[in-house]
Every structure is written in C-alpha cells, then in structure tokens.
C-alpha cells in the first residue's frame, strides 16, 4: 500500500473513530513502523477536525513505543483547546491498548500584524541528478527508505566510523505521490538516518525519543517530483542520547520547516 492510501485512510477517522489501521511490513524501521509515516497519518487525522484555514503551524510527537506492522492500531484525537484563532489538539496511536505514538498539534489562521522578520536562512547545495544513498542492505537499511530517495552531499554513510556528526543533502519521493501536502513533508523530514550512526564501526539501534517539528509559511506551489534541500546538525551527543536541529527549503530556495529531534543510540 502506498503512502496516498495511507493518508487517506487515516483521514477518514473522524467519521469512524473505532476504525483500526493496518500498516504493511515494507514500511517498517526496526521492529517499529517508520516514524514518518505515523507521525503524518496523526497529522492526516486530527486535520478532518480542524478549519481548513486553520495551518499547522508546530506538531511535538513522541515516539512511547513501537508500532508494529502488519498489527491493527486505532488513531484517538482530542482537541485540547480551540480559541478564536488557535486550535490545540492531541492525537495518539494505540495498539494493543498502549500509546505508541503520541503527538499535540498546533493548528492556527494568519493575522495581520505589524511585525515582520524575512527568513534570510539559505543553503548553496546544487539540486542533485540521481539519489546517492545506500542500497537496500538485509537486516541493515530500514525497509521504508524503498519509498524515498535521498542525495547525500555532506556526511558520512551509516556505521562507518566517521568523525562527522551531520547530514546535508536532498530529498523526495521515489514514485511521485499526486501532490505534495504537510503530510508528505512530514514523513520525508524522518527519512534521513540518525546523525550520531555514521560515528558507529557496526550496526546498533537508534531511535527518535522525541520530535518537534515547526512549519513556515507562506508556501509556493511545488511538483510532486521535486527535491527537498536538507540541512541537519548534532548540537549535542553524550550518555546515549543527541540533538538535533534540521532546516528544510522547497526548490524555490524558501525555507519552509524547522525540526528538532531528540535521539537515542544503543550501541
């Protein structure tokens, strides 16, 4: 099943909020579904209980525990709070009647306002002419990353005992989805492998704990078959755990996103 059919199941929570998800083995991480995704099917859902001009403006999901594949889930939303201008709303996906995924939504409408900062933040990476990632590797490369292409032009690969702690690059779509939407973002923003791995000399487990993730507006229209500029860097790595912080530019060069990631290494 492809990541369309996805969204567009989830978004059909609302109407039936009893009904569970399943999420096929091909989109798996580990022993957990691809981060991603679940994050943009919360995202897919809790949007149908919001106004359409009403944005995502920031969305914080934690990742509690795994969410298996091939396993049903149910997606709960509730709205916390929804004022004149802001909507606040939690959603959580739940499988075997634990929280696995649990993420609080900021939806809210544009103002006129007096202030005004222009976003000057740019990157000078040239858009790249094929994917440059690694294969796809047994029991090693996550089986979701079959869905995506990702360039690397800065950073060392995976479990190759580099010295570098950060990734620059770009990103997209392997088969070109009908359009790009905040759900697509979404998911693409967790593609790109924990910086801190690329240090390791052999394969080990490493997890996002917790993501913030803070949209820029306003977008220019873009084609589903356009790359992404990504630019992430490790703040700060020790006892296990790293932050980090990543910048995202459409192909018109506008920055459109912000994200910030807690991981963890268990090697």
């Not at 932050?243 to 912000?258: F, K, M, N, R």
Request: aromatic residues 12%; charged residues 20%; contains cysteine.
């Amino acid at each position: 099943m492809d990541f369309d059919a996805l969204i567009e199941q989830a978004a059909t929570q609302r109407q039936q909020p009893e009904v569970e998800f399943t999420i096929p083995k091909d989109w798996s991480q580990g022993r957990t579904v691809f981060g991603g995704l679940s994050a943009a099917m919360l995202y897919a859902a809790t949007k149908e209980y919001v106004e359409a001009a009403r944005e995502l403006r920031s969305m914080t999901t934690n990742f509690v525990g795994p969410l298996a594949a091939q396993a049903p889930f149910s997606i709960h939303v509730e709205i916390i709070r929804e004022g004149k201008n802001v909507s606040q709303l939690q959603a959580r996906a739940i499988q075997d009647g634990k929280n696995c995924v649990v993420t609080q939504f900021c939806f809210a409408k544009g103002r006129q306002s007096k202030t005004f900062v222009e976003n000057t933040d740019s990157h000078n990476m040239a858009l790249p002419t094929k994917a440059k990632f690694i294969p796809q590797i047994p029991k090693v490369t996550p089986k979701f990353l079959r869905h995506y292409e990702l360039s690397i032009e800065s950073g060392g690969m995976p479990f190759t005992g580099k010295k570098s702690s950060h990734y620059y690059g770009w990103m997209r779509f392997k088969k070109a989805p009908k359009q790009i939407t905040q759900a697509h973002v979404i998911s693409m923003l967790d593609t790109w492998p924990p910086t801190l791995i690329q240090q390791l000399r052999w394969p080990a487990p490493a997890s996002t704990v917790s993501w913030n993730l803070e949209f820029i507006y306003p977008h220019k229209a873009v084609s589903p078959s356009d790359w992404f500029a990504y630019k992430e860097d490790t703040r700060q790595a020790a006892d296990g755990y790293g932050h980090t912080e990543a910048s995202v530019w459409d192909i018109h060069g506008q920055l459109i996103a912000l994200s910030r990631q807690t991981i963890a290494v268990f090697d």
